[in-house]
């Protein structure tokens, strides 16, 4: 079975300052990676995913993501947050092996101050 | 890119009443589409996986009789969450998955609020 686990409940950052979510995963098969962005009672966004190739993934709203295999980890990061990043980001993987089941990290609540 | 949209956004009622939600794949078909049940401020559980024209599969503790689902086309599966109880508050979001590129695509969620 696959888990998640996102280090930080909470990153509080000022305006314009960079930022890394962190991300790590158990799996004893391959997985593919993904980030959603979750804003206040709205349903999830996808940031972008690592499927394959290479180990950096670029996604939508300047956020970049690599994968490391070696310690198991996909963490996020932007190099200047904005007001409007502010939300929950979600860390997930799935097994396209079996069942196709997205299992989420426990969410991570970016707080941009200016 | 693909849309998956949900009906209601949010819904109160009474405890005991029954409540249908809805979701719907508006450009694509979807064999499959998954529910997930979010408490505040916590992250998003499975609760079962929908599959076009046959039984849903459930997660471990999630009680099938409470919540009923049915696929009964290739754009549409509904949620009903049976008697329902203040304890059955909570953030509902559906995805689906598209044929093509296998992506998962999410509803805008439906706040259920049991009184």
């Known amino acids: 079975a696959q888990s998640v686990t996102q280090l930080d409940s909470q990153v509080p950052v000022f305006e314009e300052a960079p930022v890394e979510l962190r991300c790590n995963y158990s799996?004893?098969?391959?997985?593919?990676l993904f980030w959603y962005v979750q804003y206040p009672n709205q349903g999830l966004q996808l940031l972008l995913k690592?499927?394959?190739?290479?180990?950096l993934v670029k996604g939508i709203n300047g956020f970049e993501a690599e994968f490391n295999k070696s310690q198991t980890s996909f963490h996020l990061r932007k190099p200047s947050v904005h007001i409007s990043d502010t939300a929950e980001y979600f860390c997930?993987?799935?097994?396209?092996?079996?069942?196709?089941?997205?299992?989420f990290g426990q969410g991570t609540r970016l707080t941009i101050n200016p | 890119g693909a849309v998956v949209s949900q009906h209601p956004s949010w819904v109160i009622c009474k405890s005991g009443t029954s409540v249908k939600i809805e979701c719907r794949s508006l450009?694509?078909?979807?064999?499959?589409m998954f529910w997930y049940r979010q408490f505040p401020k916590q992250s998003l559980m499975l609760m079962a996986t929908?599959?076009?024209?046959?039984?849903?599969?459930?997660e471990q503790g999630v009680e099938k009789d409470k919540f009923l689902i049915n696929h009964a086309s290739l754009t549409l599966s509904t949620l009903t969450v049976t008697s329902a109880h203040p304890e059955d508050s909570s953030f509902y979001i559906c995805?689906?998955?598209?044929?093509?590129?296998?992506?998962?695509?999410f509803g805008e969620g439906s706040r259920l609020t049991v009184l």
């Open positions: 997930a993987v799935l097994n396209y092996q079996g069942a196709q089941k997205l299992v």
């Open positions: 799996s004893s098969v391959s997985v593919y």
């Open positions: 995805s689906a998955s598209s044929p093509n590129t296998g992506e998962l695509f």
């Open positions: 929908s599959n076009e024209g046959s039984k849903a599969t459930y």
């Open positions: 450009d694509f078909q979807a064999t499959t």
């Open positions: 690592y499927l394959s190739g290479s180990t």
